[in-house]
Each structure stands twice: as C-alpha cells, then as structure tokens.
C-alpha cells in the first residue's frame, strides 16, 4: 500500500529500530513506547487488521506468535510479556496494517 507507514518501513523508505526479522515478520522499536521493552510484530504482507485474515494468511498469524515467542528468549527473567492487537479504530489501532505490540519489562500495569 502506497500510503501505509509500515510499507514504508518493510520497504527501508522510512526508517526504523529493527530488532528482528524473518521472511514473512519484521520487529521494530515502538516510536512511542508504553513499556521498558516495546516492539512492533509487523507482517510484511499488507493486511489492514485481524478481520482482514484469510485463510491463506493463517501461517502468518502463526509467524506472528512464534516471532513473540523467540523475542521472549531475550527477556531477562521474570520472561513475562503482553501480546496487545487494536484491531479498529474504535479499539486504539491508529496504522491500518496489522501489528502486535510485545510489552514487556518492569511489571506492567493492571495487573
């Protein structure tokens, strides 16, 4: 998507804290992060929110979590962390391409 800032950033046009990467997932450093530890888990494929999965997107998904996973391995202990996806505007998403937030670090509030 011409527009979609995190196009831009998979494409190197904007740039990025990359923390890690796969064929189908790249990690970046929040720009505003809420937490010691905060990453975006972004596909690389264009897909505009949850909703927008579809079937043959399924293993991207999975990418997604086992992407957390593997970041989680670097965490000192307690190795805990929050996966958060706004998925509509109503729910906070403010960049229409999928993402998942991995907090993590001091204990996080609310619990």
């Not at 929110?49 to 202990?77: C, P, T, Y």
């Not at 729910?91 to 993402?99: D, I, L, N, T, Y």
């Amino acid at each position: 998507m011409a527009e979609c800032i995190f196009c831009k950033v998979i494409e190197g046009k904007v740039p990025s804290i990359k923390v890690a990467e796969s064929d189908s997932i790249l990690v970046i450093k929040d720009i505003a992060p809420k937490a010691a530890v905060h990453y975006l888990i972004i596909p690389k494929k264009h897909i505009s929110d949850v909703r927008a999965f579809e079937q043959e997107n399924a293993g991207i998904a999975a990418d997604m979590i086992m992407m957390a996973q593997k970041l989680s391995q670097n965490l000192s202990e307690p190795k805990a962390f929050r996966l958060i996806i706004n998925n509509g505007a109503e729910a906070g998403q403010c960049v229409f391409h999928v993402h998942m937030h991995f907090l993590a670090g001091k204990k996080l509030p609310g619990f």
